[in-house]
């Protein structure tokens, strides 16, 4: 169970800083207004495109691999030892 929170964290940890990078640097119009989720820029070249789609894929790596890592798999292993019959440990 330890290595699945490890995991489940370093995924967390490391989608999640890229995430609050990319966003700090397209998504944060001032410092006295809204700071990481601001209005994406509408005038973006293919570099800013391919960031802005990196963001938003950096996110939902980090929400759903922590979740698997955390949900998903300890409870995939608990249904197959409840449904072979295996004691618990």
Do not use: C, H, N
Not at 40 to 66: H, M, S, V
Not at 72 to 88: F, M, Q
């Amino acid at each position: 169970m330890a290595d699945e929170f490890a995991k489940g964290f370093g995924i967390l940890v490391t989608a999640g800083l890229g995430w609050m990078t990319l966003a700090g640097w397209y998504t944060t119009p001032s410092f006295e207004g809204t700071q990481l989720i601001g209005a994406e820029p509408t005038a973006a070249t293919f570099y800013d495109t391919i960031a802005l789609l990196l963001k938003d894929i950096l996110f939902w790596f980090a929400i759903l691999g922590a979740l698997t890592f955390w949900v998903v798999i300890p409870a995939v292993r608990e249904a197959r030892r409840a449904y072979e019959g295996e004691p618990e440990s």
